[in-house]
């Protein structure tokens, strides 16, 4: 396994806040426990309003900082390894690139990156132009006639799903169409799942959708 050691100190700092030996869980609890009895043999529950407002405020910040002190803290070994993994490895995805006669493109709304994006899916092996129009079918309701452009790029991103920087071989694949086939709307759904015509401009414009996906973004504007 190969790992840039960008990636790798890009994930420790990320996980840093997670990784905690079991004595730091025991020694924050038992700092915990041991101000709970002091407060109870001090003696404040008898003391005057303002002595118990204070305290009140007090051990509310305690547990704030309690809960802070150990958050994160069911983060393994295990889970560590499995982050550096799949930051060393490329994860493929084909991309369907449907462009109107307006220039716009079509996006699909990603839930786990809270964007839209291309339509996608995970690249499969021996994938063929039939698997790829029957993709098309299957994710936009409408058969593509063939395959117009094929490119291929691999891209270096943040990935907002995982938090954390990966590498991507993206297949991009430009479909012909008969445009009166293709909604009309702006923004439509198809199978339950959201989608919205969008020009270079457009996507440029949103600066949430550029500062998850501008390298695509470039991608798309310089080929297609």
Same mark, same amino acid.
Request: no cysteine.
């Given at each position: !396994?190969?790992?840039?050691?960008?990636?790798?100190?890009?994930?420790?700092?990320?996980?840093?806040?997670?990784?905690?030996?079991?004595?730091?869980? =025991?020694?924050? +609890?038992?700092?915990?426990?041991?101000?709970?009895?002091?407060?109870?043999?001090?003696?404040?529950?008898?003391?005057?309003?303002?002595?118990?407002?204070?305290?009140? $405020?007090?051990?509310?910040?305690?547990?704030? $900082?309690?809960?802070?002190? $150990?958050?994160?803290?069911?983060?393994? =070994?295990?889970?560590?390894?499995?982050?550096? =993994?799949?930051?060393?490895?490329?994860?493929? /995805?084909?991309?369907? =690139?449907?462009?109107?006669?307006?220039?716009?493109?079509?996006? &699909?709304?990603?839930?786990?990156? &809270?964007?839209?994006?291309?339509?996608?899916?995970?690249?499969?092996?021996?994938?063929? +132009?039939?698997?790829?129009?029957?993709?098309?079918?299957?994710? $936009?309701?409408?058969?593509?006639?063939?395959?117009?452009?094929?490119?291929?790029?691999?891209?270096?991103?943040?990935?907002?799903?995982?938090?954390?920087? &990966?590498?991507?071989?993206?297949?991009?694949?430009?479909?012909?169409?008969?445009?009166?086939?293709?909604?009309?709307?702006?923004?439509?759904?198809?199978?339950?799942?959201?989608?919205?015509?969008?020009?270079?401009?457009? !996507?440029?414009?949103?600066?949430?959708? !550029?500062?998850?996906?501008?390298?695509?973004?470039? /991608?798309?504007?310089?080929? /297609?």
């Amino acid at each position: !396994m190969n790992i840039n050691e960008g990636k790798l100190q890009d994930i420790l700092s990320q996980r840093k806040s997670h990784i905690k030996s079991h004595a730091t869980i =025991v020694e924050a +609890s038992f700092a915990f426990l041991s101000y709970i009895v002091s407060i109870l043999l001090s003696g404040v529950l008898s003391a005057d309003t303002k002595m118990k407002v204070a305290v009140g $405020i007090i051990t509310i910040a305690y547990i704030v $900082i309690f809960y802070l002190s $150990i958050r994160g803290s069911k983060y393994s =070994v295990q889970e560590l390894y499995n982050d550096i =993994v799949s930051a060393a490895d490329i994860h493929a /995805f084909l991309l369907l =690139v449907i462009k109107d006669s307006h220039g716009r493109f079509l996006l &699909k709304k990603n839930n786990r990156w &809270k964007t839209f994006l291309l339509p996608f899916s995970h690249t499969k092996e021996n994938e063929d +132009s039939t698997a790829i129009l029957n993709f098309t079918k299957e994710t $936009i309701g409408v058969p593509a006639p063939s395959i117009q452009k094929q490119l291929e790029t691999d891209i270096t991103k943040h990935s907002v799903s995982s938090n954390m920087s &990966k590498t991507y071989h993206h297949t991009f694949y430009q479909l012909s169409f008969d445009e009166k086939t293709l909604p009309q709307k702006k923004t439509f759904r198809v199978n339950g799942e959201k989608y919205r015509w969008y020009s270079i401009e457009d !996507m440029k414009a949103d600066h949430d959708m !550029m500062l998850k996906n501008k390298e695509t973004i470039d /991608f798309i504007e310089k080929n /297609f």
